[in-house]
């Protein structure tokens, strides 16, 4: 057993936020400069011309993802203009989460989950609670049948890699092999899902190819999974070590809003995403060479001292809140509607139907970024749900 505090999440960049400003980190012959600061990353995620994200398909990611990809995501690996333009196509599918009947299917889905694990004894929140209501959402999301959660259950919580944390092209084609296959359904059979509406939607006079259509669901399908995943699991963490946070929100539902908001802060599910480097620029003071890469550190970012009051504290009434769990400026998360009604539906049936819940054993998961040792969630999480 381990015996820490499983719902502490600790904060690894903030000798090197209060002191330089950043930290760098090897990553696959494609080093990386780390910005830490909250004002640096936004300054930096808003400036597309000399931070590019439209680089080689899968280097703006960190760890890289260039050896195991080469079709571009969109719009997440797109620079403006064009990225305004490829992202109006997908914008209000994404919204559709805001609406009542789409909420209302979330709930019933969400409420069947809660009811599997209530008074069944010890549960690996994991692979039997958080992968099976993330993959079942993503249905609504993607408008496909219920049905197809089951296969993308079965991948596992990652789509790139193995247990082994590595980057597993032979897994990844796992995915591409599935979407390739749901596109061409959808051209012989065009529906109501997000592949037929994608291949029917107009792109600067024509519709968009198969690999348009490629590109935005596998940025659909990798980019909401272990994120979720993370967010689901850490926050039931949180509530178990903390039964008054959740007996608050039960009595006070208004707050559930702002306990969301606190929750992704505090527990920021992606650590940060990269940029490339146009020109010879100076960030954090110190010089950083065209071609090389930056990553936006979402998760320093998220507890800077200067920023957020309290920061390594969850305070699930925060009154002010500009985090970026979700990115920031025009590459904010396009799913983030879609997260953020996944986790206030979620802490409301908790409310509902939960009276006690136990952690009994818990595995951490710790990124290693260099001098940067990150938790980032569980590669275990045992509760006891009554």
């Known amino acids: 057993m381990n015996n820490k505090n499983p719902s502490i999440f600790p904060d690894p960049f903030e000798e090197a936020r209060k002191t330089q400003g ?22 930096t995620a808003h400036n597309a011309k000399t931070f590019q994200s439209g680089a080689t398909p899968g280097r703006i990611v960190v760890p890289s993802e260039v050896k195991i990809r080469d079709t571009r995501q969109i719009p997440f690996e797109v620079d403006p203009p064009l990225h305004g333009e490829y992202r109006a196509i997908v914008e209000a599918w994404f919204k559709r989460p ?43 999301l993607l408008n496909t049948p219920f049905e197809e959660s089951d296969i993308w259950i079965s991948w596992g919580t990652h789509v790139f890699r193995s247990e082994g944390e590595s980057l597993d092209a032979d897994k990844a084609n796992v995915l591409y092999d599935y979407i390739d296959a749901e596109i061409d359904r959808a051209i012989l059979n065009p529906g109501e899902d997000l592949y037929s509406v994608l291949l029917n939607s107009d792109f600067q006079g024509r519709k968009l190819n198969k690999e348009e259509v490629k590109g935005v669901l596998i940025l659909t399908f990798a980019g909401g999974r272990d994120t979720v995943i993370n967010a689901v699991t850490n926050s039931l963490s949180y509530f178990a070590e903390n039964p008054k946070a959740l007996l608050m929100l039960k009595q006070n539902p208004e707050m559930i809003g702002k306990a969301v908001e606190e929750l992704v802060r505090y527990f920021a599910p992606l650590t940060h995403m990269g940029r490339v480097v146009t020109e010879d620029t ?30 390594n504290e969850v305070m699930l009434d925060r009154k002010i809140n500009p985090h970026v769990g979700f990115g920031f400026s025009h590459h904010n998360c396009l799913g983030a509607t879609h997260a953020r009604q996944i986790l206030k539906t979620l802490i409301t049936v908790l ?36």
Request: charged share 35%.
């Open 22 to 43: 950043f930290g760098k980190v090897a990553d696959q012959d494609d080093d990386v400069m780390i910005l830490l600061r909250h004002k640096d990353v936004r300054k």
């Open 98 to 140: 805001l609406q009542a009947k789409y909420q209302e299917k979330l709930k019933a889905q969400i409420e069947k989950a809660v009811d599997e694990v209530l008074n069944k004894g010890n549960i690996e929140i994991i692979s039997d609670f958080a992968l099976p209501l993330q993959s079942r959402a993503l249905t609504l």
């Open 282 to 311: 100076v960030v954090c003071e110190h010089a950083a060479k065209a071609d090389t890469r930056v990553s936006l550190c979402w998760a320093s970012a998220n507890r800077d001292e200067n920023v957020f009051e309290n920061p």
């Open 351 to 386: 409310t509902e139907k939960v009276t006690q819940m136990e952690v009994v054993d818990f595995e951490e998961n710790i990124e290693d970024w260099g001098e940067f040792k990150r938790k980032v969630g569980f590669h275990k999480l045992i509760l006891n749900i009554k």
